[in-house]
């Protein structure tokens, strides 16, 4: 196994489709560390703190797990922590040519990253954040795409019971 890996992401909230991914990569590296990040381009349902709270609750189970937080340029935290190994999840072509143009520029600005792709789990390949908030945002039930205590965050967070 290798040693240590990161996953960022904004994880607004995480999905089902996140904890794959942890998962998964909790299987083949000693260390995953998830970094929750904020995005300038997005409008977060939760706050970085509660969207960290969360995703701890969520990943308990997984010893070799740490959920932190990172305000600003990824490499930066990875040049920080003495890490060069990102993981990316990859839903669809798009997910791919967007991933690979950030993974093009970090190399840029940090040239021994290397960066690990890994494929969506298919029953999560049509899963997203943004979708899973327009579903309980409109009354519609969410507990299959997020881990429990996520989903009733956001049923609380939007005021459904």
């Known amino acids: 196994m290798l040693d240590k890996v990161i996953y960022p992401g904004t994880f607004d909230p995480l999905t089902n489709g996140h904890l794959n991914i942890i998962i998964r990569a909790a299987k083949l590296f000693n260390n995953v560390i998830v970094v929750v990040t904020n995005n300038y381009n997005k409008k977060s349902l939760f706050s970085l703190n509660e969207r960290v709270y969360l995703a701890k609750q969520a990943t308990l189970h997984i ?3 740490t959920i932190v937080s990172f305000n600003g340029l990824i490499v930066d935290f990875i040049r920080h922590k003495k890490i060069n190994i990102i993981i990316r999840g990859i839903r669809s072509t ?3 040519n967007y991933e690979m143009q950030l993974a093009k520029i970090n190399n ?4 021994k990253l290397e960066n690990i792709f890994m494929l969506s789990d298919e029953k999560w390949i049509n899963l997203s954040s943004t979708i ?4 309980a945002h409109y009354g519609g039930n969410i507990e299959y795409f997020l881990p429990k205590i996520i989903a009733n965050a ?3 967070k ?3 019971n």
């Open 154 to 156: 956001v049923y609380k």
């Open 63 to 65: 010893s070799n797990v």
């Open 132 to 135: 899973v908030k327009e579903i």
């Open 108 to 111: 840029v600005l940090m040239p």
């Open 158 to 160: 939007i005021n459904i």
């Open 94 to 96: 798009l997910d791919f």
